[in-house]
């Protein structure tokens, strides 16, 4: 019935798109799966991504010059970053007229320089409470017509360290659900035109 592709900004060439203009064509709901994850090109390098933000914007234009919807994947959580970065990315993506958006917080799994950095304290996982209070805030400030594919991501237990609230998908979706019924508020409940968080 549809189609959905993940992958990288900079792994959109034009014959892709062309493929996936025609399956569209032809009937199937296709969804082109970017994953940007910070508009932060510093944070972008530390992380090692390997891409920057600009060639995001330029898949996002690419992907829209062939009527294809357009979904973002953005991580929270991300070292140096606080929820004033996550505002801005998320103004920004939706400046580009993404369709959709996921998010996920970062996890510390293992084998890799972030697990030897969190062991040595020098990354702090972002805490539960903050990961809730800022999709939340993300949540109010995001238009009725884009779709929230995701609100939180898992790593399985064998290779996840922390943060141990990672690996409890339904007890971070209620903790959602909860603080926006204790806030009064929805998605769309206040206008990122207001320019409270400037890019």
Known sequence: MGLSVGTRPDCVPEPVL????????????????????SSFDETLIRVNR???????????DAAHRYNLNVCTHLMLGLPGEDKSHALVTLKRVL???VAGLKIHPLHIVK???????WRANEYIPLS??????????????????VVY?????????????????????????????NELKQRGTNQGFHDIANNLYPV
Do not use: F
């Open 18 to 37: 062309e493929l996936l203009a025609e399956y569209q064509q032809q009937g199937y709901e296709v969804w082109l799966e970017l994953g940007l994850q």
């Open 128 to 145: 539960y409470n903050d990961y809730i209070e800022t999709v939340c805030d993300m949540i109010e400030l995001t238009p009725m017509e």
């Open 50 to 60: 390997g891409h920057d933000y600009q060639e995001y914007c330029d898949a996002v």
């Open 95 to 97: 400046s580009q007229g």
């Open 149 to 177: 594919h995701r609100l939180t991501g898992t790593a399985p237990d064998k290779i996840l360290l922390a943060p141990a609230w990672c690996g409890e998908k339904w007890n971070v979706l209620n903790g959602i659900m």
């Open 111 to 117: 084998g890799t320089r972030l697990a030897n950095e």
